[in-house]
Every structure is written in C-alpha cells, then in structure tokens.
C-alpha cells in the first residue's frame, strides 16, 4: 500500500512506515505526477483535493486530518469511487480553548468579566458544542442558531439569526464552508447580517475565512457596530487583508484547532480510517499522543487577581502568535508550519484552589492538586 501524506501534519512519521510505503510531501506538493501511484492520502486543509489533482490517479481513499473538508472535491470523489474521511470533532477542544482565550484576554484588557455577557453561537456543532460548555462555566448566557439542527431536531434550542444578532454582546461562528445547499454559509457574515447587530458587539470567526465579508466586516467596525474582533480565518489566507489586520483585536494565522491534542487525535484518525479502509493494522498507533507541556504544574497563588483566568492563559495565550504575525504578516503560512502546539488544559496540574475555585478548574478539565 502506498500513503501520500503531507510532511507537516504532526505525530505521523513512524508510525505507518512497518506495514506501508508511505512517502512525505510538503505542504502544497500535491500534484497530479505526485499522487498518481498513491492508494491513500492523508492531507491537511491547504491541500486542494481537486478533480485536476486525482483524475489520473489511482488514490482509493482521502483522509483529512481536519475538521473541515471544504479543500476535497468530494462531488468528484464520491462519483469516481473516492472514499473521502474527515476527522469529526478533532480538534473542538483546542477551538473553544481559543475562543475563551481570546474572550479572556480582551475582557482583562477591558477591565470587564465575561459573566453576564450573552454569547450567540451560530452553528453548534461539534466546536460550537465546545465553545458552550466553556462559554457557560465562565458565566456567558448562550444563544444558539443552527438551522440546519433546528429542522432536524425541532425549534426549541436554537434562536432565529435575527434575534441571535439583535441580543448577542459576542458573536462566534462555527459552521462549515459551503457555496450550496439549503443554508451556504459563504458571506453568511456581510452588510445585512452586521446592520443587525448590537452596537458595539465583539465578532469572532475561526471556522473559515470566506464565511464574513472582508468589506462588511471593515465597515461594520469604521461604524462603531462592531468593536471587537478576534480573527483567526480570513477570507484569502495567507494573503489577508492588511487594512482589517490593523483594526483586529486578536489577529492569529488560522491555528484555533493547533492545540497538540487536536493534532495527535486528527493523526490518530486518519490513521484508523486507513486501518479500517485497507484492513490493516498499524501497531505502533498507541504512541500517537500529545507531549507532556514543558510546565505542566499552575500555582494559582502566582497570580494575584483573576486566578482561573489567569490559569486559563497560561495553557494557551492568543496574543503570542498574535504579535508574530502582525509583526510580519507574510510569514501567516510559516508560522502555521512551525507552531509551537500548545497543550489543553487536562495536560495541566493546578494547586493552591480554594474548593469553589477546584470545582470550576475541573469543570474546564484542569487537574487539581493538593
Ligand atoms: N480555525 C480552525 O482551526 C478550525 C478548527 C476546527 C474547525 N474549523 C471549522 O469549523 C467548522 C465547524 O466545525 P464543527 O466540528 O463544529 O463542524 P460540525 O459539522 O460538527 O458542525 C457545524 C454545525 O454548523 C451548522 N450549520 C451549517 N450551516 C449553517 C448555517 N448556515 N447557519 C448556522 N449553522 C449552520 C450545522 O448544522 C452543524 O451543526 C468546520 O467545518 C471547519 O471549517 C476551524
Ligand atoms: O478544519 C479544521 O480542522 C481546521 O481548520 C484545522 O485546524 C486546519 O488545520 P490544517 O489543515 O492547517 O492542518
């Protein structure tokens, strides 16, 4: 069996090599003269799964270790005998864990807390379920829309989008890219959709550039509607936009999903769906895992105010990398290639919780000590 896969998706090398023939490429090396003899591919999102690239092929099976699959033309694939297997779920944890992070970080800067504030999630799936769980043990009510759910299971969870903008301090989204179908989210976030919006409200998006309008987005901010914005897809990436990078709050290179357990666990199954596709078994996969962090104990009496915050950032803190691209913003890929994966917060060992506070670090996942 021959595996084409991409030489930066982390934890892979090693473990295929026993049973398979596997050949590593650089990102965007894929080519139709490259993948031509392959049986199976494990690919990232940068790397376009196009019909030019597999019509000559005879690649049986696509594995992505990525949430989204908007870079597999899985029309072609799924007429011309392709299997195509995302990772579901992969890496939710690490996005929440960036969103709340950045929600942190410009709460402390504002001198404000995040209780109280209403946060609408539009699209609650795999991540925007994250995203809730966190959300609500920091004290943010939820507003949730989800059409697509909302047909499927009934209205009672979800919110119309109209009424989402109208009440939401922070707006998150976390819906697939698509151009087609019943509910396209390419846009979704333009002129109409800020107009709506709370005066001063905070806007993330870290599911895909293409999902708000560059345009849109740069008025609503020059208008005052919106004050906010963390920002870690844009439309174009790498090439972003130079003007909305100077009004951003939290500008980072698309790595909401990098944290090192998203990374170990995308691996781990694109490995599995091989093993299951080919009926193989590669027995070295149990050593797919995340790296211990280099600091893995929090004292809490470091901190003198907003110690669970404070705990919180210690794990992941978005304005690290944030000042790495705004000091150099054409090196957005590279810094995607050779990031530093940080860990979640169940990799970290915190002491000196009083019990209320042990209570909320365990909700979030902490291991608590002493
Ligand atoms: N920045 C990153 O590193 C990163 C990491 C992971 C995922 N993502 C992106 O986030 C997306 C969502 O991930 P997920 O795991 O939650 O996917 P998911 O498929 O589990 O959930 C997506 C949800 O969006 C809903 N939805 C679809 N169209 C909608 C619309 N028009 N309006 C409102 N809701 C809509 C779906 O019904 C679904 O519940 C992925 O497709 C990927 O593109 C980005
Ligand atoms: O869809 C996803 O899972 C994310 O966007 C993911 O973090 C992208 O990772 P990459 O393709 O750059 O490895």
Redesign the pocket.
């Known amino acids: 069996m021959k595996i084409i896969a991409d030489d930066t998706i982390p934890f892979l090398k090693g473990i295929a090599e026993p049973i398979a023939d596997i050949v590593y490429i650089p990102a965007k090396g894929f080519t139709p003269e490259v993948v031509k003899d392959a049986d199976a591919l494990i690919v990232r999102s940068i790397d376009k799964c196009t019909s030019e690239l597999l019509a000559s092929s005879c690649v049986r099976l696509i594995t992505t270790a990525?949430?989204?699959f908007?870079h597999i033309d899985i029309h072609y694939c799924e007429s011309h005998g392709i299997t195509w297997k995302n990772a579901?779920?992969c890496?939710?944890p690490?996005?929440a864990q960036y969103v709340l992070a950045s929600l942190l970080r410009i709460a402390l800067r504002r001198g404000e807390s995040l209780q109280g504030k209403t946060l609408g999630i539009?699209?609650?799936?795999?991540?925007?379920k994250e995203v809730e769980k966190l959300a609500s043990l920091f004290g943010m009510t939820i507003l949730r829309?989800?059409?697509?759910?909302a047909e499927a299971e009934g209205p009672e969870p979800f919110v119309s989008l109209e009424e989402l903008l109208a009440c939401a301090d922070i707006i998150t989204c976390?819906?697939?890219?698509?151009r087609e179908g019943k509910?396209?989210?390419w846009h979704?976030a333009d002129e109409k959709f800020f107009s709506q919006v709370r005066r001063g409200c905070w806007f993330i998006n870290?599911?895909?550039g293409a999902v708000h309008d560059t345009k849109a987005l740069l008025e609503a901010h020059q208008k005052g509607l919106v004050e906010e914005i963390i920002l870690?897809?844009w439309e174009n990436e790498p090439q972003i936009n130079q003007e909305l990078l100077k009004v951003v709050s939290i500008a980072t290179p698309?790595?909401?999903?990098?944290s090192a357990d998203g990374k170990a666990t995308a691996t781990r199954m694109c490995l599995e769906e091989i093993q299951r596709f080919f009926h193989v078994r590669f027995d070295r996969l149990k050593e797919v895992v995340p790296p211990a962090p280099a600091n893995p104990l929090i004292n809490l009496d470091a901190f003198e105010d907003h110690r669970i915050e404070n705990a919180f950032l210690q794990t992941f803190d978005p304005l690290v990398v944030d000042r790495k691209l705004r000091k150099d913003p054409s090196t957005f890929e590279w810094l995607r290639n050779h990031y530093d994966h940080p860990r979640e917060p169940l990799a970290y060992q915190v002491k000196q919780s009083t019990p209320a506070e042990k209570s909320l670090l365990q909700q979030i996942g902490f291991q608590v000590i002493g």
């Open positions: 990525t949430i989204g908007d579901p779920g890496n939710a690490s996005v539009i699209g609650v799936g795999h991540v925007g829309n989800d059409p697509p759910r976390h819906v697939p890219f698509t509910y396209p989210t979704l870290s599911c895909r870690d897809c698309h790595i909401a999903g990098f």
